[in-house]
């Protein structure tokens, strides 16, 4: 499925709801771009480089593996949320996070409008990673997800019930890699 193209969505929210304090002329004063496929623990950043001097550089990063399957409403609400947080920076130049300026632009513009909803958090669900290794124990055959091999680890539930709840080698977990259906 082709990406939405993120910078008419940027001007057009720019002029309805920072009254066009996000571009100079034309020009953003904030890159907009998709992730590639690494950003999956948030849906969207926004961040800004400086040196001591002089501002270098700001940009607001939408995740692709995260808001791409999802109706366009979230990918304008994370989009949203993340020029409140270039419009602190840039416009107000106060440091911030989802303090005072944060709700109030943020309840304007939900009240201004109801095509979507601006949260504090992103509210999409973030794909859990898979294990890379089932460890199973034997003796009960209960299969648990493991990230990564832990050396010497026994079935908790079967040391609890037959050794008083002392590791036993009787119960050492043996590790089988995930199958990756893909
Ligand atoms: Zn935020
Ligand atoms: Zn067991």
Same mark, same amino acid.
């Given at each position: ?16 709801? @920072?009254? +066009?304090?996000?571009?100079?002329? #034309?020009? &953003? ?5 998709? /992730? ?18 002089? @501002?270098? +550089?700001?940009?607001?990063?939408? #995740?692709? &593996? ?5 109706? /366009? ?110």
């Amino acid at each position: 499925m082709p990406l939405i193209p993120l910078l008419p969505i940027f001007h057009q929210f720019n002029r309805e709801f @920072f009254d +066009k304090s996000l571009t100079f002329g #034309s020009h &953003p004063k904030v890159a907009v771009r998709w /992730s590639d496929g690494r950003l999956k623990k948030t849906a969207g950043l926004y961040r800004s480089y400086r040196s001591l001097t002089k @501002f270098l +550089k700001a940009e607001i990063v939408l #995740s692709r &593996p995260l808001l791409e399957s999802l109706p /366009s409403t979230a990918i304008e609400s994370t989009l949203c949320h993340e020029m409140i947080h270039a419009w602190i920076d840039l416009v107000l130049n106060v440091k911030e996070g989802h303090g005072a300026n944060f709700q109030q632009r943020m309840h304007e513009i939900n009240s201004a409008q109801n095509r979507f909803q601006v949260t504090v958090h992103h509210q999409f669900p973030v794909p859990v990673a898979l294990p890379k290794w089932w460890a199973v124990c034997l003796s009960c055959g209960v299969r648990l997800p493991y990230r990564r091999l832990v050396n010497g680890a026994a079935c908790r539930q079967c040391c609890e019930k037959f050794s008083d709840g002392q590791w036993d080698s009787r119960f050492l977990l043996k590790y089988e890699p995930v199958l990756k259906d893909i």
